[in-house]
């Protein structure tokens, strides 16, 4: 009797092996395969993110433009210099002619110098007090 228990619990536990097995199995083929859809899933996302995303061809390109108005801003902010530069002259000119300002020779020698030439240019009379 023995024997025959033995095997029967043998053949029993075989049996109970095999179908934890067969299951296990299963499950794993089931969860490889769900891994094997999420990962074409994900390689589906990257490629139309990878798309989307910024390349170093739009990354020069960006650096392209930002160069180029770099220099536009450069160039505009010297010509509203010089566009200052000739509005001042053009104020100090019509200041000169309008109040002509003779600096004392004993002061300033090369400003009276300066100024006597301007008087001369423009063809003034100069009373040198002598």
């Given at each position: 009797?023995?024997?025959?228990?033995?095997?029967?619990?043998?053949?029993?536990?075989?049996?109970?092996?095999t179908?934890?097995a067969?299951?296990?199995?299963?499950?794993?083929?089931?969860?490889?395969?769900?891994a094997?859809?999420y990962?074409?899933?994900?390689?589906?996302?990257?490629?139309?993110?990878?798309?989307?995303?910024?390349?170093?061809?739009?990354?020069?390109?960006?650096?392209?433009?930002?160069?180029?108005?770099?220099?536009?801003?450069?160039?505009?902010?010297?010509?509203l210099?010089?566009?200052?530069?000739r509005?001042?002259?053009?104020?100090?000119?019509?200041?000169?002619?309008?109040?002509?300002?003779v600096?004392?020779?004993?002061?300033?020698?090369?400003?009276?110098?300066?100024?006597?030439?301007?008087?001369?240019?423009?063809?003034?009379?100069?009373?040198?007090?002598?």
């Amino acid at each position: 009797m023995l024997s025959t228990d033995l095997s029967t619990i043998a053949l029993l536990l075989m049996l109970g092996l095999t179908v934890g097995a067969t299951i296990s199995a299963w499950i794993a083929a089931r969860v490889a395969y769900r891994a094997e859809k999420y990962a074409e899933g994900m390689g589906e996302w990257m490629s139309l993110n990878n798309e989307k995303s910024l390349t170093m061809k739009g990354i020069s390109e960006i650096n392209l433009q930002l160069a180029d108005h770099d220099d536009l801003l450069h160039s505009t902010i010297a010509s509203l210099k010089r566009l200052h530069s000739r509005s001042g002259m053009r104020e100090l000119r019509e200041k000169r002619k309008v109040n002509p300002e003779v600096p004392d020779p004993r002061e300033d020698p090369e400003g009276w110098k300066r100024a006597m030439r301007l008087k001369l240019n423009a063809g003034a009379h100069i009373d040198r007090g002598d």
